[in-house]
Structures are given as C-alpha cells and as structure tokens.
C-alpha cells in the first residue's frame, strides 16, 4: 500500500529566504509539527512552508505531560524520518530541554548534531532576552534559528502552569532580543492578540503565533490537535479540521467486528 513520496512534485523548496520573503510580501507563513515519516509526507503535499519536528512529541506521542522528558537523541530519531519524508517544506527541529540552557557551546553542539544527522535547514528554541547569546551564537556558526517567546513550555514550572503571558513589556522586549540576536523568525505561543500584532508590527522578522491571535505572520498548530488525535479537552487555540479519532476508532472497530464474524478477510483478500 505504502509508496514513496512522488517524483513529480518540482516545486521550489522553501529555504529560510523564502519566508523573510514572505513576510516582505504580505504572504501568510503556515506551518504545522510531524513527528515522522508518512505523517511528514502526508503535510508537505498539503502544501505547508514549514513543517516543525517539535518537542511537542513528548506530549503528543509519547503520553508525556510535558515536553521536558523529550531527549535530543529523540529528536534527531524523529527528524531524520520527517526529513526523508520533505521534498518542498522547510524542516525546522525543536531544541530539547535542556540543550540551550548550558550555554552557548553545548548549544552549538546539539543544534550541530540537528543538522549533521537528520538533514534538517534550521533548529527552534524557547526564549526571548535570555538566550539572546545562544541565538547570536548558532546564528553567527550558520545555524538558522527559529526563537519562541510567550508561553515557553520547557519552562512550563516557572510559569506554573501552561497559561496565556500578559506581560508587554516582557514579552516585547523577549521578541525583540531574538530579532536582535539575529533569529529569521519567532513563534508567539499563547499571547493575548493585541500584544502580538504590536510585536509583528514592530519585527522584520516573521512571527509565528500559536494562541496569540490572527495578527501574526504566520500560524503553527499540532498536527495531532487539528486532526483530532488527542483525546480530552481541546484547547481554546485549536481548531479541529477532521475528527480523525474518532473515524480510527469507528475503523479499527469494524475490523474488529469483521475478524470476529468471519468477513475478514473474505476471497478478494485471498490467494488461491
Ligand atoms: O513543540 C512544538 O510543537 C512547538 C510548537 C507548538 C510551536 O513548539
């Protein structure tokens, strides 16, 4: 059943250029997470710029309550799947906790394993004034960073919860230090809409929100959140497109259904 990406896709590949561009032209930046091979597959040829390995994995595939447990070896196993899967978008590979926390060295060597073992063209990392010197270093080493400010969860128990950031000051000054340090983007997760358009206003760069209005430059969402594979309460931020938990349920019960009366297989799924 299963076959490789087609040959005939010849579109531009998108290149972090192609998003300043974008920008620059009043053009909306989508972008959306994978976290493996047919699911990369499956968004590329949807069409979407860029497409995140996030370390929302913890959270989305391995039952984790936060994305903290999630280890750069995890990332790279992830991304090295997505990335063999892209033929157009741009793949953008989460930094775990703790890689940017240690400094700028142990941080250029994580994002060095990124991009070395798993093909992808740029890395994203949580923070704003804080890790301005470890963007300005992977930036000035040629790694293209992708910064995230607001709601940051790797710091998820400073915070105290996941919870929407409401301080202006802080978190315009947060975007801005990432510009500043040379970021070609930064993601606004869970930010009141009014303070986010002021920053996307105020940035060259693209913003990316999640949660922080319809003012950004950009929208990210989970790829399991918008297609319904997390179970429980959906989050204010999300939008549901196709219920597809529902519909794997209802499949893998009719399966189930089929086995036990004898209807599968029948001969059209037979060899004589
Ligand atoms: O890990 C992730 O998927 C993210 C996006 C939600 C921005 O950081």
Redesign the pocket.
Known sequence: MSSKPAETSKQKRITVPSLTAMKANGEKITLL?AYDYSMARLVDEAGVEVI?V???LGTAVQGHRT?LPVTLDQMIYHAEMVVRAVERALVIV?LPFPCTVLGPMRAIEDAARCFKETGCQAV?LEGGVERAEVISALTKAGMPVMA?VGLV?QSVHRLGGYRVQRDRDQLIADAKATEEAGAFAV?L?CISADISKEITAELTIPTIG?GAGNGCDGQ?L?LYDLLGLIPGRVPRHVKVYADLGKIMVEAVSAYKADVRSGDFPSSDQSFS
Do not use: N
Request: charged letters at 25%; a negative charge.
């Open positions: 997470t995140l996030g370390d929302s994305t989460d994203k995230h969860p993601v997760e999640i990210v989970v």
